[in-house]
């Protein structure tokens, strides 16, 4: 037990120190990360997904859909996306759903949360809340929400959704409430990644599964080289052309660089006891999936 204890210390130790966090290539004190976070994606929001089409020449798309495929959702199952402000993978995760069963239609939410109304981490005692719908969205920024609601409306599914804004590493739900969660291109944003995995699976339920899409290392030395050399010298320039911001777009380059690399993060994973824990990379390793169960 020392032994394991020791081992997930320093584990995490390799991405925090006490005082500082990284904020891309800048250390930054970890109480003042999230409001930068929030910051660059206040600004990015409206073009989150033309922010992902440029990061990844647009094969985003195709890693979304087969990470929901790995899913196979079932209609009985509680799920949450973290992270997933914009609804992109929530609706994606629908609409497989709706693939494997045809015949069945989620419930409406029970009782929908407000747009005002927010579930921060300072009052979390007070406010655990219960999971009334199928499917949940959480984020921390309330811009990605609000894209994330007016999408629902135009595709007629803001019936089925309950959008939470909250804070990935410390979720508003009692424990073990769902089935699936999953994250994507948000985890390493997050202040302090372990937080957000054993949160995640605090509110697992047993059998569950953790799914993460991330940005990763490309494991070819000259493809890695092309790939952060078009990092470097194209992303900022056009963050700056299409959304006049260079410096969000700089960040969030500099972010997947610091980023654990598939086997340190598979690590992490496993040393908040989920088992089972593998990855697979996309494109090289231009962006992973790692996988984990609650057991």
Not at 23 to 43: A, L
Not at 93 to 98: A, F, G, R, V
Not at 138 to 157: E, Y
Request: glycine share 4%; hydrophobic share 35%.
């Amino acid at each position: 037990m020392f032994v394991r204890s020791f081992q997930r210390f320093a584990l995490i130790s390799n991405f925090r120190t006490h005082s500082t966090t990284h904020f891309g290539f800048d250390q930054v004190p970890e109480n003042e990360k999230q409001t930068h976070v929030n910051q660059v994606f206040s600004s990015v929001a409206d073009k989150y997904d033309l922010m992902n089409d440029i990061m990844s020449f647009g094969i985003h798309r195709i890693w979304k859909d087969n990470f929901i495929r790995i899913i196979r959702p079932d209609p009985q199952w509680n799920y949450i996306d973290v992270a997933g402000g914009t609804g992109d993978i929530a609706f994606r995760y629908l609409k497989e759903l709706d693939r494997y069963h045809p015949s069945s239609s989620l419930p409406p939410i029970e009782s929908p949360i407000t747009p005002t109304h927010t579930y921060m981490a300072e009052n979390l005692e007070q406010t655990r809340i219960p999971v009334t719908s199928k499917c949940v969205v959480a984020d921390i920024n309330p811009n990605m929400l609000a894209v994330g609601k007016q999408r629902a409306i135009d595709n007629n599914l803001q019936n089925h959704i309950q959008w939470v804004e909250a804070n990935a590493e410390e979720l508003p739900f009692h424990n073990e409430q769902f089935d699936i969660y999953t994250i994507a291109f948000g985890i390493r944003n997050c202040t302090h990644i372990d937080r957000v995995v054993s949160e995640a699976y605090r509110v697992l339920k047993k059998g569950g599964r953790f799914l993460c899409l991330e940005f990763s290392q490309v494991n070819n030395a000259l493809l890695r080289y092309f790939y952060d050399e078009y990092s470097k010298t194209f992303i900022p320039p056009m963050g700056q052309i299409i959304a006049n911001d260079w410096k969000s777009y700089q960040y969030l380059i500099e972010s997947i660089r610091v980023f654990p690399k598939q086997k340190e993060f598979a690590e992490l994973i496993g040393s908040c006891n989920f088992r089972y824990v593998s990855y697979e990379n996309l494109s090289f390793g231009v962006a992973a999936i790692h996988s984990g169960y609650k057991l």
